[in-house]
């Protein structure tokens, strides 16, 4: 296994959040203390571990108190089990997977699942074609239930359909809920309730009291209806599943999904101009602040990765990047899935502006500032070697896909 130390933010946010069950379990053993008249106490049973053979040993070698001191980010949170061996209903789950992944949205209606689930019922999570998501028992997936095939690859709403459709016949879940997304889900969602004839709950934010409340009047008022069987979630409907652990167990379909006589032709993806993108719709933004000390660098970074750029107020306002690149609370409130932050320190306004933000990657010099703590991976250096190194690193990455190609 390398050395390098890997956080996990998971663990982390369990060890702050003081009404977790796991709460106690993650702080860090206490073997010494300050008594009340001043005098520093020790513990000296809490020192050691506990052998294979059952037998209290200490390591006087001084690595493990230095482990012990540090809480341990890198244990592994063992959550307990939630098994439905005869689900009694389903609740059926279509995720978008952009990128193959389970995106936040997508967790936020598994959490939603799990509410209408109950004890009884079990979540049934329908997904197309290949994926690359290895976390689906933490997300909160009972039953998973894989549509392979190159007819459901791509553009194919149509086909896709059928497989709900199937999906719904021999399943026949309680409720339907999808992602009301432009990643797929809104147009699936209302695509399969014209499929099945039934009227779709939308942009709902919260289910509760047998209702559920979604969005209306250009998002400026609250529409109460008795909870449909289809519901199209917003982002943030309901807490992500973070206490329990699912089976996720492999489902088939007991029948072949009929070809669909598709009246679309995929066409595959437009390239897009990264830098045409609106900040507050793009997915991947490569953002420089003060740190960035050679901007060709940066833009060639940006270019080479194929990110929409942003930038931190400073760096605006030294005329380094357009007033529209700015992201934080005067500037841009960004979504993306992934944020780079080259050379910006983390100040209140500029979090607050990537507070949505799946993935936050930090490149700084000091390793104790708060974009660092913000983010989900760092690298501590100086900006204009790392920016360097990554290029490199993506050419020879493409450089090796070209090869294999040809
Ligand atoms: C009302 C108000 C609204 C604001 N709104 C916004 C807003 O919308 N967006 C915003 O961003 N700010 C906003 N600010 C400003 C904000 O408070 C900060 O001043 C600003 O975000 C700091 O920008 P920075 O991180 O780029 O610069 P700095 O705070 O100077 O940080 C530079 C960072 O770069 C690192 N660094 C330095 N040299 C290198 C190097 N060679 N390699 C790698 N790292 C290096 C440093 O360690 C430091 O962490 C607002 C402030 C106010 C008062």
Known sequence: MSDIIRRDPRAEWIARNRLHPLHAAMQPAQHSWMGPNGVIRKNPHGIGFIGPNGIKRIDRSGAQQGGATKRSAAVEVQLPLHQVPAPAFYISVVPDMVGGRLSSHDRDLLGLAHQLAGKDGAVLAVVFGEHKESAFATAGVDRLLVLEGEEFSGYAPEQRVQGLRAVDNQFSPRHWLLPDS?????ELGRRFAAALGERPATRVWQVKDQECIGRAGAGLQDLARPVARLILAAVECAEPVSETRHEALPVE??????????????????????????????????????????????????????????????????????????????????????????????????????????????????????????????????????????????????????????
């Open 253 to 406: 379909l007991s029948t072949t999904v009929a070809r669909s006589l598709s009246r679309i032709e995929d066409l595959g993806a437009v390239a897009v101009d990264p830098a045409a993108i609106p900040m507050a719709e793009a997915e991947f933004i490569f953002s420089g602040g003060n740190g960035v000390k050679d901007w060709g660098l940066f833009h060639r970074t940006a270019q080479a990765l194929g990110a929409t750029e942003g930038a931190s107020r400073v760096a605006v306002d030294d005329g380094f990047m357009a007033r529209d690149r700015q992201v934080g609370a005067s500037g841009t409130w960004v979504t993306a899935r992934v944020y780079v932050a080259v050379g910006i320190s983390g100040a209140i306004q500029h979090l607050q502006g990537i507070g949505a933000c799946d993935k936050v990657v930090a490149i700084n010099l000091d390793p104790g500032c708060d974009m660092i703590k913000r983010a989900d991976l760092s690298v501590i250096g100086e900006s204009a070697e790392i920016l360097q190194a990554l290029i490199a690193a993506v050419e020879a990455y493409r450089n090796e896909a070209k090869r294999d190609a040809a």
């Open 182 to 186: 432009r990643s797929g889900g809104g």
